[in-house]
């Protein structure tokens, strides 16, 4: 079964990277999830079902698939039908209302947008949908130059949500190699998945890396990731002394570090290279420019910029669909070495916004979520450090409810709210409820 429908070109290259996989390897395993393994064959002719499905039925949507993020085959059978017919996957989180980014999305496809895909990432103060189009997801330029290869298995242990994750993931898949999803991270469960399923590669952040590193002896640590070819961590740089010790257990030529964001491609630094910082990825530009965006001379600190020389545009959907890459930026700080490609990151502590167990998070949803609840008179958000999750948010909530409780509130948040996003913990301060009666005769006596 094929499905070649008109569309942008990367509609064309998803759908032939499928059949092809599908066609040459069709017993190959494309994911393994808690559900047990699909083959290539499986998921290409599930993915081409529903993509006939979609067609046959009316586009309510106005080109968009809103899909609930979740680590199973079944989720990316739905991501792969989507781009089969030119749709764009909106991936969301299970809670998160979608009404308001379907519209930002639909309208960027009315003015002629196609991306292959929209997520929410956190730019400036806020959490928006963000949009990638230009180069096609199954080109292999980036899966490649992170270590990935056809054939392999990638180990993923992160909400699909997520753009990293989730776009790592796609591209493996595309790729032709398999993905193995656990249903949720914990160290124990990791390591189990590491020693029956033998991945190659893996994708973690520096917290989950420290509860690894805790669970297990470093002999046995070194005897459990034996099939491991790379270890790739990203969302924050990893604390040097953990770096050390992980290089010490799994040897340097096994680890590495990527720095990036959802606006463009960044760093790859394997520990084997000499000096701090991380080489560009293929065909991608990067830069270090002073508040007024003006380059500066290496060595000196400044905002990082990015931008693609292959047309791989990411952009906000409040941003105009530019033909042609633009230099973007979110606030992370660091600086060019000398006489080197290589950038250091110094500083992804960007007002407004937290990084709690690796998630990027934009501060003011919790406070804006929060405060619309009805007996909330108003809260402020705290971030703090926390030992195991790198930092936490925790909540002063102001009411007049008598009846108000900090379990009323946690059951709120998690209705609406992705884990990292609710507060870690939630004061109550108590005010007494104004006599509004009292006050107008109080106005009018003046």
């Not at 949507?61 to 809103?66: F, H, I, K, M, R």
């Not at 040897?251 to 570090?257: D, M, N, Q, T």
């Not at 890459?325 to 007002?351: C, F, H, M, N, Y």
Request: net charge positive; with cysteine; aromatic share 6%.
């Amino acid at each position: 079964m094929t499905v070649h429908p008109p569309g942008p070109t990367w509609t064309a290259d998803v759908v032939s990277k499928l059949h092809r996989t599908a066609r040459r390897r069709p017993d190959h395993p494309a994911v393994i999830d808690r559900h047990g393994t699909t083959s290539f064959r499986s998921l290409y002719l599930a993915a081409a079902q529903q993509a006939q499905d979609l067609e046959s039925r009316p586009d309510h949507g106005a080109g968009v698939a809103v899909l609930r993020a979740t680590p199973t085959a079944a989720f990316f059978i739905q991501v792969c039908a989507a781009l089969m017919v030119s749709r764009t996957p909106l991936v969301l989180p299970a809670r998160v209302p979608e009404a308001e980014a379907l519209r930002d999305v639909q309208a960027a496809r009315k003015a002629g947008c196609r991306p292959w895909k929209a997520v929410l990432a956190v730019s400036g103060r806020q959490q928006v949908p963000v949009l990638t189009h230009g180069e096609s997801p199954a080109a292999p330029r980036k899966a490649r130059a992170l270590g990935m290869r056809p054939g392999g298995r990638a180990l993923f242990a992160a909400p699909m949500h997520l753009n990293g994750p989730f776009e790592f993931a796609l591209r493996q898949l595309l790729l032709g190699g398999c993905i193995i999803l656990a249903p949720r991270f914990e160290a124990e469960q990791w390591l189990e998945s590491v020693r029956g399923h033998k991945p190659d590669w893996a994708f973690l952040v520096p917290t989950q890396i420290q509860q690894i590193w805790d669970a297990r002896p470093p002999r046995e640590l070194r005897g459990d990731c034996s099939s491991l070819c790379l270890l790739l961590h990203s969302s924050a740089p990893c604390p040097p002394p953990l770096r050390q010790r992980l290089a010490d257990v799994l040897g340097p030529e096994r680890l590495a570090e990527y720095y990036g964001t959802t606006l463009y491609d960044g760093t790859f630094s394997p520990y084997t290279s000499r000096g701090p910082g991380g080489s560009p990825l293929p065909d991608t530009e990067l830069r270090i420019v002073d508040p007024s965006r003006w380059p500066v001379a290496a060595g000196i600190q400044g905002t990082i910029e990015g931008r693609s020389r292959t047309g791989l545009i990411s952009h906000r959907t409040d941003q105009p669909c530019a033909g042609r890459p633009q230099w973007q930026s979110v606030g992370d700080l660091g600086r060019r070495i000398k006489d080197t490609d290589r950038i250091e990151v110094t500083d992804v502590a960007v007002p407004g916004r937290a990084i709690v167990a690796g998630v990027k998070i934009a501060v003011a949803e919790t406070h804006d979520t929060l405060s619309a609840h009805p007996a909330v008179r108003n809260c402020e958000i705290r971030v703090s450090p926390h030992d195991r999750f790198g930092s936490v948010l925790s909540a002063v909530v102001h009411t007049e409810d008598p009846a108000l409780t900090p379990s009323v509130l946690r059951t709120w948040c998690a209705q609406r709210l992705t884990p990292p996003q609710r507060p870690h913990a939630i004061e109550l301060r108590r005010t007494a409820a104004l006599d509004h009666t009292t006050l107008r005769e109080g106005h009018a006596r003046l």
